[in-house]
């Protein structure tokens, strides 16, 4: 077999390998996280909130059989090394006492700048220190302009000096039988969030503040129109006839924003309707969702998995079987080059006698 032959078989097994890594293997899309990726939520705990971490452990559980998490919990102020390594941060409502200060909002700054994601939730109660959540969307900022300046709590501008004093605006629904602590039955269908977060829940159930969106960027979870709303005091005040927001999330780059009105809706507190809140419509797949979204995993998925085909198999076996056959026809080649080359030399000294028998005969001439 010549050597042309050889290198042409040699060439259709590299043909054959190509094939195999680039044309007939698909790309399977996948949820694996990177060799021990756990998601880390921390919550805080510091500040007199209202929910305790518990309270959201049944949320926590479902979306720990999405992706792998750890939960952590804050009892001291908020420092940058706290929040190291943190994919998701969640302030739930607080009462009044200890506050959120600079040297907290200074590291959740740097938190948010590197690309971290931070829930904050409202609560429907009186004790609900707003004002201070409020310091706190005030100072925190995106892109050098703060998230309240893009969407915050619903705050009724009553003033006392520089500080609000009012805990903001609760909505109710006109044609619920709850009067002091109305249902609000939110239907998802149509609405803009559901793109955004990626979910198929179609209904939550709520009690919220109401929040204030003053950006198109924002996106928004939308009140039926039939809500209104009440100050802390009862009074009405606004949102008749109207459409008000109970949440909105926004990405910036890799930073992402969550604002939720009414943080109980998250978690297994009781409801006027003796069911947890969780449990309500679609509560728990969609804020399971929702925290999915804040935690990105789509950042570590691996771009391609590969799995061989049918026809894979097929061009394998041909490399099995080709590559000691074409080592077999490389040695054969070899064997007759050096046959040849022996032949070759033989005839050179055969050559070199002949000349020298001819010169002694013409010598003795």
């Not at 200060?101 to 609560?123: F, H, K, P, V, W």
């Not at 590559?323 to 000294?349: D, G, W, Y």
């Amino acid at each position: 077999m010549s050597n042309k032959l050889s290198k042409s078989i040699i060439l259709l097994l590299l043909l054959s390998l190509a094939f195999i890594t680039v044309n007939h293997l698909p790309s399977v899309n996948s949820l694996e996280l990177a060799k021990g990726k756990k998601f880390i939520i921390l919550i805080d705990q510091f500040h007199n909130q209202t929910i305790s971490t518990s309270y959201f452990m049944p949320l926590l559980q479902e979306l720990n059989k999405t992706v792998p998490i750890r939960v952590a919990e804050l009892h001291e102020r908020i420092t940058l090394k706290h929040l190291t390594g943190v994919d998701l941060l969640i302030i739930p409502p607080k009462m009044e006492g200890l506050t959120y200060i600079s040297s907290e909002t200074d590291a959740m700054n740097e938190y948010l700048r590197y690309g971290g994601s931070i829930l904050i939730l409202g609560g429907f109660n009186k004790t609900v220190d707003l004002s201070n959540m409020d310091f706190l969307l005030r100072s925190l900022e995106i892109n050098d302009r703060s998230i309240r300046s893009r969407f915050t709590f619903h705050l009724e501008p009553v003033e006392q000096g520089e500080d609000i004093v009012d805990k903001g605006v609760y909505l109710y629904n006109e044609l619920t039988p709850f009067s002091d602590k109305s249902i609000l039955d939110i239907k998802l269908e149509d609405q803009e969030i559901t793109d955004v977060i990626n979910t198929n829940a179609t209904e939550l159930v709520v009690q919220s503040v109401a929040i204030s969106v003053k950006t198109d960027k924002a996106t928004k979870i939308i009140a039926p129109a039939t809500t209104y709303g009440r100050d802390a005091n009862g009074y009405i005040c606004c949102y008749t006839n109207s459409t008000p927001v109970i949440g909105a999330v926004e990405a910036f780059n890799k930073t992402r924003v969550a604002l939720i009105g009414f943080g109980e809706a998250l978690t297994n507190m009781s409801s006027p309707l003796g069911k947890p809140w969780i449990e309500l419509g679609d509560n728990l797949i969609f804020f399971k969702d929702l925290l999915l979204w804040l935690l990105k995993p789509e950042l570590y998925k691996p771009q391609n998995i590969i799995r061989p085909t049918y026809i894979t198999w097929y061009f394998i076996i041909f490399a099995i079987i080709i590559t000691p056959l074409t080592f077999v026809l490389r040695m054969h080649e070899r064997r007759k080059e050096a046959e040849k080359e022996e032949k070759e030399r033989q005839v050179s000294i055969s050559e070199v006698l002949r000349k020298v028998r001819e010169e002694r005969k013409e010598n003795k001439q």
